[in-house]
T-cell receptor
Framework: AQSVTQPDIHITVSEGASLELRCNYSYGATPYLFWYVQSPGQGLQLLLKYFSGDTLVQGIKGFEAEFKRSQSSFNLRKPSVHWSDAAEYFCAVGHNNAGNMLTFGGGTRLMVKP | EPEVTQTPSHQVTQMGQEVILRCVPISNHLYFYWYRQILGQKVEFLVSFYNNEISEKSEIFDDQFSVERPDGSNFTLKIRSTKLEDSAMYFC??????????????FGDGTRLSIL
């Protein structure tokens, strides 16, 4: 069965420091992968997606993610974190079937120190 | 930028009562979804809907649940005879296309459902 694991429940980084959020997936076919961000009281906003082609994908707000098939990973990165990046981040795998459901990881809560 | 809107933002209901959660998807989108997130747990898929019928549903989506597109703009989730364990944040989403690779799902801000 498909699954998504985000090993880090909480991460704290200093403002201006680099960030990497880990995501590992288990899926039988070619995965469609997404990162969403959720600010307090808000919905899920799409940061970026991967479905084919270049394994390094660029997203909004200066985020990028790299798909590594050999490691079944899709880690999210940002070179310099801003205080406004504090939020919860969700990795998800999309199922390319009629239902198009997303399977989400458990999320990583990012805190940013001044 | 077009948004998915959900109402109400917070719903409090007595156990055993029926509740209807409402969503207005993005206007040119054809596929609609409901997800839920129990406090402290993962976001879970409930159901997807296309062309006025359910495309896929999870094991969570039992006979207690139903979805409807009553008019050209609204998409509703009805929960009959609510239980305490139905307390969660419910997210509506829509996408232009059902193929995940082409068109991502856009989410609303959610309705927090509290069952007393």
């Amino acid at each position: 069965a498909q699954s998504v694991t985000q090993p880090d429940i909480h991460i704290t980084v200093s403002e201006g420091a680099s960030l990497e959020l880990r995501c590992n997936y288990s899926y039988g076919a070619t995965p469609y992968l997404f990162w969403y961000v959720q600010s307090p009281g808000q919905g899920l906003q799409l940061l970026l997606k991967y479905f084919s082609g270049d394994t390094l994908v660029q997203g909004i707000k200066g985020f990028e993610a790299e798909f590594k098939r050999s490691q079944s990973s899709f880690n999210l990165r940002k070179p310099s974190v801003h205080w406004s990046d504090a939020a919860e981040y969700f990795c998800a795998v999309g199922h390319n079937n009629a239902g198009n459901m997303l399977t989400f990881g458990g999320g990583t809560r990012l805190m940013v120190k001044p | 930028e077009p948004e998915v809107t959900q109402t109400p933002s917070h719903q409090v209901t007595q156990m055993g009562q029926e509740v209807i959660l409402r969503c207005v998807p993005i206007s040119n989108h054809l596929y609609f979804y409901w997800y839920r997130q129990i406090l402290g747990q993962k976001v879970e898929f409930l159901v997807s809907f296309y062309n006025n019928e359910i495309s896929e549903k999870s094991e969570i989506f039992d006979d207690q649940f139903s979805v409807e597109r009553p008019d050209g703009s609204n998409f509703t989730l009805k929960i009959r005879s609510t239980k305490l364990e139905d307390s969660a944040m419910y997210f509506c989403a829509s996408s232009e296309d059902g193929q995940a690779s082409n068109q991502p799902q856009h989410f609303g801000d959610g309705t927090r459902l509290s069952i007393l």
